[in-house]
Each structure stands twice: as C-alpha cells, then as structure tokens.
C-alpha cells in the first residue's frame, strides 16, 4: 500500500487507546519480509512491541 493509505488508516485511530505508529523504510517494497535486509524491519519491530508492551494480569 502507499504511504499515504498507511498515514490514513492511522489516522483512523487517533482517538483510540489503542498503541499504533507508522513508520516507513524508505526503498523498501510491500514484500519487505522476503527481501534482503528484512532482519532490520523485524529489529525495528521488536524493539518497537517491546517498548510498547502491556503489563498483563497478574
């Protein structure tokens, strides 16, 4: 998808209390997960979810 569907989509959820960023790798294509350099979006979105993470219920 585009940048610009991503950014709206997001915006979308503004209000929520839902947790969402968007960030984009530039000179990468929809199928980022198949092409080289693949392991630095898969970091990215580690650290990202990690940093981002819920104490659950204890």
Known sequence: M??????????????S???TETYEFPDRSHFTGVE???????????EWAMTHARPGPA
Do not use: C, F, M
């Not at 709206?8 to 503004?14: C, D, H, I, L, V």
């Open 2 to 15: 585009p940048p610009s569907v991503i950014r709206s989509n997001a915006n979308k959820y503004r209000n």
């Open 36 to 46: 080289p350099g693949w392991e630095q979006v898969a970091d990215y979105a580690l």
């Open 17 to 19: 209390t839902a947790t």
